[in-house]
C-alpha cells in the first residue's frame, strides 16, 4: 500500500473496530477503500471446514457469528468511510486470473522486454524436457522465411522445426516441423506442417505427416487436391532461393 499498489487484505474484518486501521492505512497513503462482502452461505463456510486440521478448525458458533456481523455491517460500511462494495459473486474472476496467465507468460518468454526463461522455454512446454538436449537453434539459417529454426538429431536421423512467431495473424507463436513436399513425386522439396507437440515430431519423422491436410509447400503451395498451377519459371525461381536457403 506504501507503494501505492493494488492491496488485498486477506482477513475475516468483520467489525468495525477491525476495518478501521485499514481504513486510515488507506487514507494515509491516499488509496480508494473498497469493501468486499462474501455471498457464501454460513452453512457451507462450516462445511468447509471438515478438510482441515484441528489446529486449524474455528468453532462454528464463531463463523457464525463472524457471518452475521459481516452482513450487520452492510449498513454502516459507507459511513465508516467505504465509497465502494462489492459483493463476491459480482467480481469477475476468470478475466483477471487470464490476465494474469498472459503476463506471466509473456514474462517467460520474455516478450515483455526481460530477459524470460531462456529461448527454449517455449521447445520444453510444447515438446517436453526430454528434447531440449538434441534441440540445436541454428543461427543465420534462412530455411523458413526469417523465422527461427533449429535440428533435432540423434545419430543420422534429424528434425527441422520452425519457430513461428505469427501463427494466427496476431502475433501468437507455434512450431512448424519441416517435410517432404507432398506434390513432389521426387519428395526432393521441402514443406511445412504445424507440430503442437512430440507426437506430432514423432509422425513428421516416420512419415505419418507426408499428407497431412495443413501442410504448406515453400514452392507449390497448400496442400489440396485442386491442380497445382505449372508455371515452370516461377517454380525454378523459388527452388533456387530453398537451394541457396540450404546451402546457407
Known sequence: MRRRMFTVVDATNVTAAARKPLLAAAKRHDMLPIAVLLTTPGSICIERQGPRPANRTVPEEVVAQQHQDMFASRRTLRSEGFPETVY??????????????????????????????????????????????????????????????????????????????????????????????????ARSGRAWVPAYSVTCLYRALDGGLDDDEDIVCTVHGPNTDEDQEDDPEGRADLEAQYADAVRE
Open 88 to 185: 463476491s459473486d459480482s467480481l469477475h474472476r476468470l478475466l483477471p486470473y487470464l490476465e494474469r496467465l498472459r503476463e506471466r507468460r509473456q514474462a517467460d518468454l520474455g516478450l515483455d522486454g526481460s530477459t524470460g526463461l531462456g529461448d527454449l522455454n517455449l521447445v520444453s512446454r510444447v515438446f517436453g524436457e526430454e528434447i531440449l538436449p538434441l534441440w540445436k537453434w541454428k543461427p543465420g539459417s534462412n530455411v523458413a522465411g526469417g523465422d527461427r529454426v533449429a535440428e533435432i538429431r540423434l545419430g543420422q536421423q534429424y528434425l527441422t522445426p520452425a519457430l513461428r512467431t505469427d501463427v494466427d495473424g496476431e502475433g501468437d507463436l507455434g512450431f512448424d516441423v519441416m517435410v517432404p513436399c507432398p506434390h513432389d513425386d
